[in-house]
Each structure stands twice: as C-alpha cells, then as structure tokens.
C-alpha cells in the first residue's frame, strides 16, 4: 500500500532522490510525444503490436447460458484454436453491457470497463486495451501526462484520459476552432511494477460529463491508428484476441510473519475436488439463481486443462447491498482453512440494523496467493471496482499478500476476536484466569499508542511469554489487530469484532454441497425476512425515552431500532461523566478533559476530547465513532456543555439511519448514454426496469402499481413507434 505514491503523477509523495521524471504531456508543447489531430486533440504515439500467446490467465466475459458453462467447466481439455490457456470465464445473465465474441470476424469485440488491479504484460498492451474500451464507447483518449525514470527514456506511468478532459488555454480560445473539451474526468492512472515488470492500473474513473460520439471518436488519432492497423490484419485467430484482459498468476512472496501459511506450491494440474452429486447441486443453484435473478453473477475459473479450479458469484441483492455498506468487510476462510467438504470463502458486511448481510460467495481449490488474487480481482470486478475502506480477514499469509496486490488503498485489519482467541489458545500461562484480564485490559483500555505498548510490555515480562516467538510475530503485526492503532483511521469502523461472518453457526465439516446450498438459499430468505421486519418496527418505533436529554429524541427519529438501542447505553452513561474541563485553547478549537465515574472497579478515568466549535467537529480518545459509528458519552457531554442541543449531522451516519430509501437492484450511471446505440439502449432501459421489479416484488400493492406502470409504458411506446416520422 505503501509504493503508491512512489509513481505518482501528480509528484505527490517523490523523493528529491526518486530518479523519477515526470513529463507533462500537454497541447501545444514543443517537446510533446503527442501529434495534434485537426480537433486540436493529442494522442501519444505508440505502435500496437500483437501480444503473443502465452500461459496467462485470460479473462473473457460471457453471457453463455448456464447449461454450456457447466459443461466447459467440466470438460478435459478446451478446443481453443488460439490455444490461450487459463481461461477465466465470467458469465453473467443479461448483461446488456457485455457483448459476446462471435465467431464472423467482422463483428465488433466487447471490453470489460477498467477497474483497479487490472494488469497488462506491457504499456502497449494496457494503452491499446483502453483504446479499444474507448473505440466502443465512442470516445478518444490521449496521454495527460507520463513520467520516466531519470537520465533514462524508460517509461515509469502514465495518466490517460478521454480527449475531452479539460478546456482549452486563453491562447487557444482566442483562436476560431470550436471547443471540444468538456472538463471529463474520466482517465486510469497505469504504473510499472518493478517486482513483475507488467503495468498495473492504480486509478480509474470511469463515468463521462458529456455524450458519447461515435462519428467524432472514430476521427480522432487514437482510433485512427487503430483501423489502420486493422487494415493489415486478418491474420491468424491469435491475433484476433490480442485485446484480451489478461489476470496473471504471479507466485509473491511477502516478509510479514503470519499465523497461517499454507502451501504456495502452484500445481497447474489441481482442480476441484467433487462428491457425489457436487456437480449437480451447483448446476441447480445457479440455474435456479438465474431464473429468479436476472442480475445473478458468477465467474468459473478454468485450469489449462480445462478443469474447474474456483467458482465465485454474488446475487444482485448483494451487489447493491454493498453500493450502501460496502465500507466495512469481513472475508471469512473457515471452511478453506479447515479443510471443510465444501471449500467456502465468504465475503460480509453490516446492515443498517447492525445484522450481518452477505457480499459475495466462492469456493477455492486451494489457498495459494494465485487464487487470493484471481478471487479479489474477481470481487472487484463484479463491483465496479469500488474496493472496501476497511477489509478484515483472519492472519493467512497468503490472503493478504493478495488484498496487498489488488486492493493497495483499503485499510487491512486482523479480526480482533480471531486474534484474541487464537493468543490465549498458542499461549500455556499457569494464570490462564488473571492472564486473559490482563490481556482484555491491555488490548481495549488502552488509550494512546505509548500506553498500549507499555502495558503490553509489562504484560509479556509478567506472564513470562516475551520470548514466545509466535508472540513476538504477532506484536509485530499490531497496528492491524489492536484498536488504538486504527481509531483515527477513516473507515476503520467495527475492528471485526461487531461482525459476525453470514454463515456463522451454520455449516459443518462434513456437509454436502446440496446441503450447503438449500442451507445458503434457507439463510438467504431468512435475513431477508428479518431485514424486512427490522425495517417495519424501526418505522414504527416510537420507544418511552429513559432521559431527558435532545440527543436521545434525536436519535430515535433517525437510528433503526437495533442501533438506537447500543446509542442509548452512550446516553444513559452520560450520567457517569462529570467535571467537564478546559485544558487548552487554540482558537475555535477547545481542548477538554471529560472524567468519568467506573462503577464496576470504583475508580475515576479522565477522556481527553478535542472539538472545534466552528467546525462543528468533536474528536474522543477513545474513538467510540470511528469504532461503531456512533459518538460516545464524553463527546456528547461535551457537545451537552457547549450549548449543542442536536447532534452535528455529520455524525448521524446514513448507513444507520431509518428514514434512507435503500433500493436492493444494482444500479449503473446512465450518464453518458449514447442513444444512439442499440446496446447502450436495450443496457440502460433493462437496467432502469429491473429496479421496477425489485420495488414491485415487496408487496401485492407494489406488485400492482409496477404492472400498471409497465402496462401503461407500453402502450405510450407503442403509440408513439406509430407516428409517422
């Protein structure tokens, strides 16, 4: 996560000594490797050459039915006669944005949108795949700006970006030509990566502020180059996939000390392992899923023999879920670590109502760091590319090189619970007892960094354990795991210990895929069933209130049910804190020290709590919001005594309000749509329908009114394909 500013654009994070040089590739510069077009667009120079066929991993997008996926997951060798090996296959139902390759050569090929993670074997490779992305969107790029290496002409990073980014300079507007830049924002950011020496997307943006031309995009330089190399081609089938996505499978070994660290041993001939009626219980789920969700989502990951090695899927529930609460994410590798029958991986986060809702499902055939990094970059895909804040996952050495190398910029964190049952269990201390208080106290009361460490260091010399290795291994990992080191940290909420993963307490070692996936469907409905009740009584919910403080009106009016109940401890406490003190001043910016009576050990603690009076801002030591999302006693005692009689608003997180419409159908941008298009209309409209139908599902009365609403659409379209033009 670290190296992300080392090739920055921008210069943002260079060292004076990095011997990195930026070049700024702008219009109108004499030293540009860009050519002006007759629009005054600039295009960076490069020669498109083939890639050639080699044992990576391909990523091609399907929307084959599932009867064919099926059988070519299963199958002993893939007839491919361009013989690419790796196939990963992602099929989804009803994807309108996602063509398929059609045999006739004359038929326009499909490209993924980018997303970070991607990988390309080289800046050729990675220019011409969003060339091509931008060719069928119809819109041009050009080079922003690249950077090379010092005294060298060896190409580091670059930023390209749609021909419309910006506007033009007071010298150029001076000028007749009429202005084509609009100020787009969309671009992706590509750097070099020593380690592999392939191109890694770092930044992408995506969405356009202006309309797609595909007679203007066809005009400029990017796409010009491209047809003219089309006119030498039709050539060998190879040559035809030269714009395929490429995912690598590249074996990284990582320094961190980890508590599990499995074989890493890449055996190219390991697939899945099937019982007796495995094939068939999977085959039933996802034909079932698809008829019922036409947003259903999954991807089959092939060996070169064609063998099924992993298989991942989210439903359309779980993909909008987490649009909503896709901040905080537990990856759960129980199954796979214990060598469960089914080896389940799963992804959770928390709703509004502080229950646990499921963000994605794979099975894995083994726990290398390739797989970690095929599953991330399959999660990542199926969500836009909108990578978590927080992640949290259990110490597999492995899994974390992974989030590491695909996610660079989500902060990682160990399950705390994990953690603090797996040191009592590697640990044999005589005061068991005294031991797991001393280790409670050390880990959650500590305050500040120094505090922690100085306790802990007492701790360790007085159980005799400062030499366990394991120990020492963990401590050096503590800044993932113990709450002091994340309380500042954005998105650093629930420390894995407010999450439980989805399907806790429900499988066993022993179960059967068939059992498995009734068991997956039964949970489903039953959190659906529960999320639903949960919403009606919040609406309802109308409690006595137990103070006469206007924060706690305040927040039963907007909280669920289920998290007024945990804010309302915080307002009852308040009644502990007292002698709210001044220390220090700085302008708007107060300093105060909040003291508060524990009733259960009879002493007195003293909370320092910083706020900024015009700012709104209040901050505790103890980091109650950045924990749970709520604000703690002493923050609101001091709030209390600064006159504020409601919480400041951006304290009121929506994730936990009641009053906030949550639409469960995935839902993409329409901005930029171009209608004239046939794809992007049948894309945008069956998207726009299928959020009718997810309203329409939740009652007999909703059910009606889409109907209606359907019935009366048609029937306008109908009349007005009748008109004459």
Request: proline share 3%.
């Amino acid at each position: 996560m670290a190296d992300d500013a080392v090739f920055s654009p921008a210069g943002e994070g260079l060292s004076p000594n990095s011997g990195i040089e930026i070049t700024m590739e702008e219009e109108g510069s004499g030293n540009s490797e860009e050519l002006l077009d007759d629009e005054g667009e600039e295009d960076f120079e490069i020669e498109t050459n083939a890639l050639t066929n080699e044992d990576n991993q391909i990523l091609e997008v399907k929307s084959d039915n599932l009867e064919n996926a099926i059988h070519q997951a299963l199958i002993i060798r893939t007839d491919l006669e361009n013989e690419c090996e790796h196939v990963l296959d992602i099929y989804a139902n009803n994807n309108g944005n996602i063509a398929d390759a059609q045999t006739d050569q004359t038929e326009e090929k499909s490209y993924l949108p980018p997303v970070v993670g991607m990988e390309f074997e080289s800046y050729e490779d990675a220019y011409n795949y969003y060339n091509c992305y931008a060719k069928e969107l119809g819109f041009g790029i050009r080079v922003k700006s690249s950077w090379t290496k010092r005294n060298s002409k060896e190409k580091r990073g670059a930023v390209l970006c749609c021909n419309c980014e910006g506007f033009k300079t007071t010298k150029e507007a001076s000028t007749q030509r009429k202005e084509t830049r609009t100020g787009c924002q969309a671009m992706i950011r590509l750097r070099l990566v020593e380690s592999s020496n392939r191109w890694r997307l770092d930044e992408v943006k995506i969405e356009h502020n202006h309309l797609f031309d595909h007679e203007k995009a066809q005009n400029s330089r990017s796409h010009k180059k491209t047809e003219a190399g089309a006119k030498r081609k039709l050539e060998s089938a190879v040559e035809v996939e030269i714009q395929t996505i490429k995912l690598f499978r590249t074996p990284v070994s990582y320094g961190s000390s980890s508590e599990r660290e499995p074989n890493n041993n890449l055996d190219p001939m390991k697939r899945m392992k099937f019982g007796n009626g495995d094939i068939l219980a999977l085959y039933d789920y996802f034909r079932r899923s698809q008829l019922t969700d036409p947003n259903f989502f999954y991807i089959m990951d092939l060996s070169d023999e064609g063998y099924l090695r992993n298989v991942f899927w989210i439903d359309s529930r779980s993909r909008a879920a987490y649009s909503y609460f896709g901040d905080v994410v537990v990856v759960d590798t129980t199954c796979v670590s214990n060598k469960y029958d089914v080896p389940l991986l799963s992804f959770s986060g928390l709703n509004h109502h502080g229950e646990s809702l499921l963000l994605g499902c794979c099975l894995l055939v083994d726990e290398t760091l390739e797989t970690y990094i095929w599953l991330m970059r399959a999660w990542l895909t199926c969500l836009s590319g909108r990578a978590p804040q927080t992640i949290i996952t259990d110490r597999c050495k492995f899994l974390q090189g992974a989030i590491y190398e695909v996610l660079p910029r989500s902060n990682h964190r160990l399950c705390l619970p994990h953690v603090m049952r797996s040191i009592q269990e590697n640990l044999e201390v005589r005061e068991s007892e005294m031991f797991r208080k001393v280790l409670d106290r050390t880990v959650y009361a500590s305050m500040k960094v120094e505090e922690f460490e100085t306790r802990w260091e007492e701790m360790v010399q007085r159980f005799a354990v400062k030499d366990h290795d394991w120990l020492r291994n963990l401590y050096e990992d503590r800044e993932k795991w113990v709450p002091v080191y994340s309380k500042n940290t954005p998105g650093g909420l629930f420390t894995g210990e407010y999450i439980n993963p989805f399907f806790h307490g429900y499988l066993h070692e022993r179960m059967s895929w068939s059992e498995f996936f009734n068991v997956h469907e039964l949970l489903l409905q039953k959190k659906l069933h529960k999320e639903a009740l949960d919403d009606f009584e919040s609406r309802e919910f109308m409690p006595v209130l137990q103070t006469r403080c206007s924060y706690e009106l305040q927040a039963s009016q907007l909280y669920s049910k289920g998290i007024f109940s945990k804010f309302l401890e915080e307002i009852v406490l308040m009644c502990n804190c007292f002698g709210v003190a001044q220390i220090h001043t700085n302008g708007a910016i107060v300093t105060y020290v909040v003291k508060e009576r524990d009733a259960d050990v009879a002493e007195v603690k003293n909370f320092e709590v910083v706020y900024d009076k015009l700012g709104a801002e209040v901050r505790c030591v103890c980091g109650c919001f950045n924990f749970r999302g709520y604000l703690c006693r002493h923050a609101l005692s001091v709030l209390s005594c600064n006159g504020v009689e409601e919480i400041p608003s951006q304290y009121i997180l929506t994730r936990w309000r009641k009053d906030v419409k949550r639409i469960y159908s995935h839902d993409f941008d329409s901005n930029g749509i171009d209608v004239s298009n046939p794809v992007q209309r049948y894309d945008h409209l069956y998207r726009r329908a299928m959020q009718v139908v997810a309203e329409g599902m939740g009652s007999r009365e909703h059910h009606m009114v889409a109907w209606q609403a359907f019935k009366e659409s048609l029937n306008k379209v109908r009349l007005a394909a009748e008109k004459p033009v």
